[in-house]
Antibody
Framework: QVQLQESGPGLVKPSQTLSLTCSVSGGSISSGDYYWGWIRQPPGTGLEWIGYIYSSGSTDYNPSLKSRVTISVDTSRNQFSVRLSSVTAADTAVFYC?????????????WGQGTLVTVSS | DIQMTQSPSSLSASVGDRVTITCQASQDISNSLNWYQQKPGKAPKFLIYDASNLETGVPSRFSGSGSGTDFTFTISSLQPEDIATYYCQQYDNLPYTFGQGTKLEIK
């Protein structure tokens, strides 16, 4: 059973960079046939796909965030990470890491529990 | 981006009722549609892929149908544990996009 766990600061100041890491257990990031990525959910609202990464390092990002987001992978630690720069209050959200599989890697079958990141001074 | 529109936004039903939620895509997405269930304070749970295929372990009272731009999610007999918000998601084109959600409550 694959498990994902997000970690990182719960409070980030405006204009700074948000940084989160997802640790994967119960399976290897390098095993193939999966992408690994991030989704966020502002309080009380819907879900937004941020982007994802393959074990080789190939990435795709949401164009709405592409200028500010970087997703990276560390296969030796079985972890992947997201960085979001120049944050504002609008970036306050629960951030989920997740596994993507299937046709177009569009099926989000495993999710972390989520971590709330608040942007405030 | 492909816009996904769910209706209704909220729904109240009784245990045992048949419940239907619709999802409309702003363009043809073939059958590239998933459904998720999210309970309060929890991560979404993957229920249905390719519009109509049940993920392993998901109860058979859940079902999905549709193709092109119009999709339907059905619970054949509502159970108390089904109280949640349900989301559709398209994966025909990047960026993947979600509907705004349908909050299901017990009457």
């Amino acid at each position: 059973q694959v498990q994902l766990q997000e970690s990182g600061p719960g409070l980030v100041k405006p204009s700074q960079t948000l940084s989160l890491t997802c640790s994967v257990s119960g399976g290897s990031i390098s095993s193939g046939d999966y992408y690994w990525g991030w989704i966020r959910q502002p309080p009380g609202t819907g879900l937004e796909w941020i982007g994802y990464i393959y074990s080789s390092g190939s990435t795709d990002y949401n164009p709405s965030l592409k200028s500010r987001v970087t997703i990276s992978v560390d296969t030796s630690r079985n972890q992947f990470s997201v960085r979001l720069s120049s944050v504002t209050a609008a970036d306050t959200a629960v951030f989920y890491c997740a596994r993507f599989r299937g046709y177009s890697y569009g099926w989000i079958d495993y999710w972390g529990q989520g971590t709330l990141v608040t942007v405030s001074s | 981006d492909i816009q996904m529109t769910q209706s209704p936004s909220s729904l109240s039903a009784s245990v045992g009722d048949r419940v239907t939620i619709t999802c409309q895509a702003s363009q043809d997405i073939s059958n590239s549609l998933n459904w998720y269930q999210q309970k309060p304070g929890k991560a979404p749970k993957f229920l249905i892929y390719d519009a109509s295929n049940l993920e392993t372990g998901v109860p058979s009272r859940f079902s999905g149908s549709g193709s092109g731009t119009d999709f339907t999610f059905t619970i054949s007999s509502l159970q108390p544990e089904d109280i949640a918000t349900y989301y559709c998601q398209q994966y025909d084109n990047l960026p993947y996009t979600f509907g705004q959600g349908t909050k299901l409550e017990i009457k």
